[in-house]
Each structure stands twice: as structure tokens, then as C-alpha cells.
């Protein structure tokens, strides 16, 4: 069974500009969550979508947004991007993200904001 | 946000040696303390993870101590070898919502040969 796929796995951008990051997640998984990885501040949870709902927010400003498409393929977007957005941003799917229901996380796309 | 206190932030062991990495969380809700295991360039992977109605779980290895009055928990490695050098991360949270994890800063682990 393929694993989650993130794309693309590197992406330069400039302030002010946006950006949008894609996850296909693992065959029959419905929940897709997403994640910010930085050496500061370790993985923090930005959202999770549920049959293309999205289900948790995180504490994260409205510049970051997503969606999920009906075959559970979810989308991140962020615009006006600022230095700060620099990360490894994860998305994790999982059968439900209820119980213990563990996450299989992708490699990850490296956002770089210069 | 960080709710979940990680330490030490970099390990080096011998191959043989035990590897110990420890963590410490504020919610006393949480009931949930899974590790993640993270090679470059890849996702963390589940290793190993415990629920405070138990004080220790071993899976090879591995083993997760805790200690529910000190809200603290740690991930014992045993005869560490060089393929255990990854970054660790504790995690603390609710069972049965993913979404509410906390995770700890990592620990970056070197394994010399």
C-alpha cells in the first residue's frame, strides 16, 4: 500500500507571496491532518479535514487554509507568506483521527520564504 | 502552545550504550504518549507509545517509562545501534483525538559506531 505523498517536497518563495501545498493520503484513509515542523518550535497542528470538512483548527492566523476533495485528498494553502512561514510543513492521514487511530505522516514539503 | 518539555535536545552514545530522552507534560488530561521516530528527509513514524494505566512498556528495545505524579515520561533505548541516529519526539495528548497531540522540540540522536 503506497504511503501518504506530499508534492512538491521543495518550494522557494518570496514575502508576500502565496503558496499551496498538496497530500494525497494512504488508500482508505479519510483523515488528513496538517503540521508545521520547526527547529524552534517543534510539530504544531494547523487543521484536519474529515470527508472534505474540516474538522480541528489549530492556533495558526487565517492565512492558512485548506481543503479536501472528495477522494480525501487534501490541499494547504498560505497566503501574504512572511519569513516566519519557513518550515517542513507534514500532513498525516489516518482512518478516522479518532481513538487510537495512528497517523501515518508523508516525507514533508521544506517551504522556504526568502 | 508547546505543552510538552523535551530534553535533551542532542544525544551522543556509543553503539552498546543506552540512549535516554526525557519529556515532561502540563495536562493532566492528556492520556495518551506516543514516540515518533524521524530519519532525514522522511515523516515521523510511530515507535512506541503508552496510556498512564502502566508505569513501563517495552517493545524490543525500546521502552517508555512513566511516571503519572511527576507528569513525566521517558524513551529508553537499549544497545543503541548507529541506525537508531534520527531525531525523537515525544508526544502527550487526549485519546482518541489525534488532532489534540502536543509534541515535544525533538531529540536529535547520533549513535557512533
Known amino acids: 500500500k503506497a504511503g501518504v505523498t506530499q508534492t512538491p517536497r521543495y518550494l522557494i518563495k518570496t514575502r508576500g507571496q502565496q503558496v499551496t501545498l498538496s497530500c494525497s493520503p494512504i488508500?482508505?484513509?479519510?483523515?488528513v491532518s496538517w503540521y508545521q515542523q520547526t527547529p524552534g518550535q517543534g510539530l504544531q497542528f494547523l487543521f484536519e479535514y474529515f470527508s472534505e470538512t474540516q474538522r480541528n483548527k489549530g492556533n495558526f492566523p487565517g492565512r492558512f487554509s485548506g481543503r479536501q476533495f472528495s477522494n480525501s485528498r487534501s490541499e494547504m494553502n498560505v497566503s501574504t507568506l512572511e519569513l516566519g512561514d519557513s518550515a517542513l510543513y507534514l500532513c498525516?492521514?489516518?482512518?478516522?483521527?479518532?481513538?487510537?487511530?495512528?497517523?501515518?505522516f508523508g516525507p514533508g514539503t521544506r517551504l522556504t520564504v526568502t | 502552545q508547546q505543552q510538552v518539555k523535551q530534553s535533551p535536545q542532542s544525544l551522543i552514545v556509543q553503539k552498546g550504550g543506552i540512549s535516554i530522552i526525557n519529556c515532561a507534560y502540563e495536562n493532566t488530561a492528556f492520556d495518551y504518549f506516543p514516540w515518533y521516530q524521524q530519519f532525514p528527509g522522511k515523516g515521523p513514524a510511530l515507535l512506541i507509545a503508552i496510556r498512564p494505566d502502566v508505569s513501563e512498556k517495552k517493545e524490543g528495545r525500546f521502552t517508555i517509562s512513566f511516571n503519572k505524579s511527576a507528569k513525566q515520561f521517558s524513551l529508553h533505548i537499549m544497545d543503541s545501534q548507529p541506525g537508531d541516529s534520527a531525531t525523537y519526539f515525544c508526544a502527550a495528548g487526549p485519546l482518541g483525538n489525534n488532532n489534540d497531540m502536543r509534541f515535544g522540540a525533538g531529540t536529535r540522536l547520533t549513535v557512533k559506531p
Open positions: 498525516a492521514s489516518s482512518t478516522s483521527g479518532t481513538g487510537v487511530d495512528e497517523q501515518y
Open positions: 488508500s482508505g484513509h479519510r483523515s
